[in-house]
């Protein structure tokens, strides 16, 4: 591949993996890039050290990115070459990735690469449209690709026992100063210019309940922040699904950060938005009750809700120079 343009599919690459979702937005990544080789790290100045002390949203995080950066350099017609955890000295470099082979991107592909910018997080009920149990099916077979189960909860009783853990969860970090002041450090005010973190035009104000409640994250904390947005048509829970991997380890966090957005471009491209309630695999007992009773002893990584919403949303992205080496 001639250099020049290496490195236009590089920086393509990088450029769109800041897009990636990340937990409470820390874009925990740092990028270089040497000769015709992305390196992706773990920025460990960015780990929620309350909510995320094991470093596993962190890597679920940079494995979403990493998926990212795979699909564009297919778009930009090159297989990439990725190694995982190269190097055990180096902990923190997650991955790296070359250009291989020439492809041509089929079309799917290329609809994943036009939803990177596109994509949102939603949080408040979605519209009553139904999400096609087809979509669904093709999403699970998106995160079994990636090594990962997407399991959609079809049984009332088990979206109801995972709606409460969700209240349950988010009622006692409520309560705790120590998560309540890491939601707080990563919540940004309205007009905020800063470039990381939950802006407050990323949520509504004032959002009706879906029945079962689903706790959102407090990112307001006592202020009257929030869009606008009207929400009243908007209380449906969609379709509720829990993304897990046989075992816990740091490669099966990157796997399932990769399986996760490849599942969200997926959705995104049918016109479908995801919504995330993890406070509860954020408390080791409860996420391990979880485990157990609801998700056939595989390790539970992402909860969300798939829907359909028509309302837009805001987020934030740090400059390529913040992330780049
Ligand atoms: C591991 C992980 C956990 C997340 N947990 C939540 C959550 O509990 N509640 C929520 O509203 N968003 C959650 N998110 C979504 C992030 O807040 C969101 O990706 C980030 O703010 C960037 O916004 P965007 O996805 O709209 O680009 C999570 C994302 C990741 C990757």
Redesign the pocket.
């Known amino acids: 591949m001639a250099t020049r343009s290496a490195k236009r599919v590089l920086d393509a690459a990088v450029e769109a993996a800041r897009?990636a979702?990340?937990?409470?937005?820390t874009q925990p990544w740092m990028f270089s890039v040497a000769e015709d080789e992305i390196s992706l790290r773990a920025d460990t100045d960015r780990k929620l050290r309350v909510g995320d002390a094991s470093g596993r949203?962190l890597l679920?995080?940079c494995g979403?990115a990493l998926f990212t950066l795979r699909t564009v350099m297919r778009c930009e017609g090159f297989e990439p070459i990725v190694r995982i955890l190269p190097d055990p000295d180096r902990p923190s470099l997650l991955a790296t990735l070359r250009p291989g082979a020439d492809i041509q991107a089929d079309e799917l592909t290329v609809a994943l690469g036009g939803e990177i910018e596109r994509?949102?997080?939603h949080?408040a009920g979605f519209a009553d449209v139904p999400v096609p149990d087809e979509l669904i099916e093709r999403l699970v077979r998106a995160a079994s690709s990636e090594g990962a189960h997407l399991t959609p909860v079809r049984s009332a009783d088990a979206v109801d026992v995972i709606a409460a853990l969700t209240r349950a969860a988010q009622g006692v970090q409520a309560q705790d100063r120590r998560f309540s002041l890491e939601v707080i450090r990563w919540a940004r005010p309205p007009g905020s210019n800063r470039k990381d973190g939950?802006p407050a035009e990323?949520?509504p104000r004032q959002a009706p309940r879906t029945e079962p409640h689903f706790a959102?994250?407090d990112y307001a904390w006592r202020h009257d922040w929030g869009s606008q947005a009207d929400q009243r048509g908007s209380v449906a829970t969609g379709v509720v699904a829990v993304l897990t991997t046989p075992g816990d380890s740091r490669q099966e966090w990157i796997d399932a950060?990769q399986a996760?957005q490849h599942v969200l471009l997926h959705a995104s491209a049918y016109g479908v938005s995801a919504?995330?309630?993890?406070?509860v695999l954020e408390m080791e007992p409860l996420r391990e009750f979880l485990r157990r009773e609801v998700c056939s002893g595989e390790y539970p990584q992402?909860i969300m809700r798939l829907g359909v919403t028509f309302d837009d949303?805001t987020?934030v992205r740090r400059p390529l120079s913040e992330v780049l080496e």
Not at 275 to 279: D, R, S
Request: hydrophobic share 30%; aromatic share 10%; charged share 20%.
């Open positions: 897009w979702p990340s937990v409470h937005n949203e679920i995080s979403a994509r949102r997080t949080r939950v990323g949520y959102q994250r950060g996760l919504a995330f309630h993890t406070q992402m949303k987020s």
